[in-house]
């Protein structure tokens, strides 16, 4: 595996591989890899005949008083593990080379990026946007790979794509879980084991919302739904409710009953510290 910073470098070599009419795929990521990153590699190794990971802790995308300066990093690590899964590249530019001095250019998708985590994180959306815009740029792949954990950025990105007729694939990647059922993420990191028990109360929405709508008669009212599942969140101690909605999958508009395109979508903060979010389907054989 080579490990490449400078961003004229990937973008020749991407340029060379499509000259050989050889298949790109980009994982993006932030680094700090688990089991949830190393599934998206080898779902692109699947499918490509090159596989780039960019490994970048994007600055724009963090706000006031987040964790940008806490987030885990290690190069040595994360370069190990994309190794061992056949990843070809492993592209990890610097923040001054992403944003030269003077760099103005945003991109922002309007609706999508409006609710949810958009509304909780006021700009967020845009970092995203941006710094993916950026790395399908650098390194042109016919495909880029992201997870559904982070459902809302699926969503937004494959908007963006969409919208300004980039020339990229937008695979998804189911959701990756512990044991326990917790979905993985580096944030995850920050947890104590008793604090990993007490973010269950995610997984054990999504198992009692799945039962609920599998026993129901008739079609349940998305906002009682939600309400109860907040109850039931909040009956955990160290556990806040950012939010618990009920969207279309595709427009990520409230639902009013539950139906098949229905997405249960959460957000939470474990002791104040930690922010995690989940989401699925709640029609589910």
């Known amino acids: 595996m080579k490990l490449v910073q400078d961003p004229a470098e990937i973008a020749a070599l991407a340029a060379g591989w499509r000259g050989q009419g050889l298949k790109i795929a980009l994982v ?15 779902r692109a190794r699947q499918s490509a005949d090159r596989v780039v990971v960019s490994l970048f802790v994007n600055p724009i995308q963090f706000g006031p008083g987040e964790d940008l300066a806490a987030y885990p990093r290690d190069l040595q690590r994360d370069s190990e593990l994309a190794a061992g899964v ?11 080379d992403m944003y030269p001095a003077g760099f103005q250019t945003t991109i922002h998708v309007a609706e999508l990026g409006r609710g949810l985590c958009g509304a909780s994180r006021p700009g967020h959306f845009d970092g995203v946007c941006t710094v993916v815009m950026k790395l399908l740029q650098q390194t042109q792949p016919h495909q880029a790979i992201f997870g559904e954990k982070d459902f809302q950025q699926l969503a937004v990105t494959r908007r963006m794509v ?4 980039l020339p990229v694939q937008i695979v998804s990647h189911p959701t990756v879980r512990e044991a326990s059922g917790l ?54 101690p160290g ?11 595709d427009s990520l508009e409230r639902c009013e009953t539950v139906n098949e395109n229905s997405r249960l979508i959460m957000a939470i903060k474990v002791h104040e510290r930690v922010r995690l979010i989940d989401n699925a389907r709640l029609f589910y054989l």
């Open 28 to 42: 993006p990521t932030m680094g700090w890899f688990h089991a949830g990153h190393l599934a998206l590699m080898r």
């Open 86 to 96: 056949g990843v070809d590249v492993l592209y990890a530019p610097s923040a001054t």
């Open 162 to 165: 969409r919208d300004l007729d």
């Open 183 to 236: 979905a993985m993420s580096s944030r995850n990191s920050y947890l104590t084991e008793g604090e990993k028990g007490q973010a269950l109360c995610l997984y054990r929405a999504i198992l009692f919302a799945r039962a609920k709508v599998k026993g129901a008669a008739q079609p349940l009212s998305a906002a009682l739904l939600c309400s109860e599942i907040e109850r039931n969140i909040s009956q955990v």
């Open 239 to 249: 556990c806040v409710v950012d939010y618990v909605e009920i969207v279309d999958a």
